[in-house]
């Protein structure tokens, strides 16, 4: 049974930095498709991140581009998600998808099969 951890939410000023860590559990091997997505209250859920864990290729939303980094640890079968440069605009509820392969890479939540709880991210003016 697939499951995944967030943590490492929080609040920070403008400017400032957080990384998201996602604990993944579950699957048969380390390869497999995963993505950092985010909401707001009202809004849909729209990606941010997405890796393949086989290759360690990412793809990032025009957003976040440059302040934004998705990485592994397979070790710890750990996906990261450094966030700097916040803003204002940045605040939302951030989430920890996965798929199985075969997967794609996509930016659409309808994609994974798998969520994390979510953790809240507060960047303040």
């Known amino acids: 049974q697939v499951q995944l951890v967030e943590s490492g939410g929080g609040s920070v000023q403008a400017g400032g930095s957080l990384r998201l860590s996602c604990a993944a559990s579950?699957?048969?091997?380390?390869?497999?498709?995963a993505g950092w997505f985010r909401q707001v209250s009202g809004k849909e859920r729209e990606g941010v991140a997405t890796i393949y864990t086989g290759s360690g290729r990412a793809y990032y939303a025009n957003s976040v581009k440059g302040r934004i980094t998705i990485s592994q640890d397979n070790a710890k079968n750990t996906l990261f998600l450094q966030m700097n440069s916040l803003k204002p605009e940045d605040t939302a509820v951030y989430y920890c998808a996965a798929e199985k392969t075969p997967c794609g890479t996509s930016f659409r939540p309808r994609d994974y099969s798998y969520w994390g709880q979510g953790t809240q991210v507060t960047v303040s003016s």
């Open positions: 579950g699957f048969t091997d380390n390869k497999y498709c």
